[in-house]
């Protein structure tokens, strides 16, 4: 009896370590790789195939660029591990907008949907191709195209879906909203730059270290008399300036704006010729901005045109307003679960 019981207990034993060893095996799969949660949000979930597809773009980049072992480079494979979790709360931001598209109804019915992203599809192939033509390119198919760059036709068609989605979404959040002439004025009156009649040019030094508080000693040095441009090739850790005093060169704003970091520029162009700013905090460190010189061209005048023009940016904002306070609030009230270990 007792060699039975032994035998009868090695073979429950030998059972129970056969099914946790399939339950692995299932799970390692490449299809139970795919299907697996990289997120829950509520009742939805996120899967490491969505998420793959959604990431296929900036791998196809990171493939043209540094070959089929891109993740070998770490600094590559850093950053897109950041990546990827920035995607993966883009996906519940969406996942939380259709969920709420839903609940009020807001999503067009079958016909409806399919009609719209037919149509934005058309436009972005035609787009494309009036492109290639005229870029000389044309020998490049669409589907080649989209292929080349990570993307499928379903893929493509279920982001114009999201978007119709969001859009019906921030519309309803903002269906009461109105702009009225004093916000139009006061916005032409705080932002000049934008409405010059032909681009102000500037000429900005700037000295760059890590901490405020190093800033705000060389901003003190500065107040009692000290020579800039010394300061700048003395602390400045922006090596590509400092050896000129700072001195970024001349630009027109137009320029600036897409050489220059936005929190930067905004504070630069506040100041007169030759003021000396406050410390300024961007992602680059702490800044000490100094305008050596800069052109007042006269604005447009605020007429119907351009009123319209701005009445239609201070939409938009507060509606991007709007939209990213309800994410906020329905982060707050939802069950999420992430799982960045099947990322």
């Known amino acids: 009896m007792k060699s039975i019981k032994k035998i009868a207990l090695a073979a429950v034993m030998v059972v129970t370590v056969a099914s946790v060893s399939g339950c692995n095996l299932i799970v390692k799969t490449p299809q139970g790789i795919a299907n697996s949660p990289v997120a829950k949000v509520n009742d939805d979930t996120i899967t490491k195939a969505q998420l793959d597809a959604r990431m296929a773009p900036e791998i196809a980049q990171l493939k043209s660029q540094y070959g089929n072992d891109y993740a070998s480079n770490s600094q590559v494979a850093t950053q897109l591990k950041t990546d990827k979790a920035s995607m993966v709360t883009q996906m519940e931001n969406e996942l939380l907008t259709t969920q709420y598209a839903k609940s009020k109804n807001l999503i067009p019915s079958d016909t409806e949907l399919n009609k719209e992203i037919t149509t934005q599809y058309n436009s972005?192939?035609?787009?494309?191709?009036?492109?290639?033509?005229?870029?000389?390119?044309?020998?490049?198919?669409?589907?080649?195209?989209?292929?080349?760059?990570?993307?499928?036709?379903?893929?493509?068609?279920?982001?114009?879906?999201?978007?119709?989605?969001?859009?019906?979404?921030?519309?309803?959040?903002?269906?009461?909203?109105?702009?009225?002439?004093?916000?139009?004025?006061?916005?032409?009156?705080?932002?000049?730059?934008?409405?010059?009649?032909?681009?102000?040019?500037?000429?900005?030094a700037h000295i760059l270290v890590k901490t405020q508080a190093e800033a705000e000693q060389i901003k003190a040095e500065l107040d009692k008399g000290a020579d800039f441009a010394t300061e700048a090739k003395k602390d400045s850790t922006d090596t590509g300036s400092s050896a000129n005093g700072g001195d970024l060169g001349?630009?027109?704003?137009?320029?600036?704006?897409?050489?220059?970091?936005p929190t930067f520029l905004a504070a630069a162009v506040k100041l007169k010729q030759g003021e000396i700013s406050n410390p300024v905090q961007t992602q680059f460190g702490w800044h000490i901005i100094k305008c050596i010189s800069r052109t007042n061209n006269p604005l447009k005048p605020l007429d119907a045109t351009l009123k319209k023009s701005i009445s239609d940016t201070?939409?938009?904002?507060?509606?991007?307003?709007?939209?990213?306070?309800?994410?906020?609030?329905?982060?707050?009230a939802a069950k999420i679960k992430e799982y960045p270990q099947n990322e």
């Open 314 to 332: 201070l939409l938009q904002n507060a509606k991007q307003t709007a939209y990213n306070n309800s994410v906020k609030s329905w982060k707050n």
């Open 124 to 204: 972005y192939e035609s787009s494309y191709q009036t492109q290639a033509s005229s870029s000389g390119s044309a020998a490049t198919s669409w589907s080649d195209y989209l292929k080349q760059n990570g993307y499928t036709v379903d893929m493509l068609k279920d982001q114009i879906k999201t978007n119709i989605i969001t859009n019906k979404v921030v519309d309803y959040l903002t269906k009461n909203t109105k702009i009225t002439d004093k916000q139009i004025q006061d916005y032409y009156n705080q932002n000049p730059e934008n409405y010059t009649t032909t681009p102000n040019t500037f000429d900005f």
């Open 250 to 261: 001349s630009m027109s704003y137009t320029d600036a704006q897409s050489q220059l970091d």
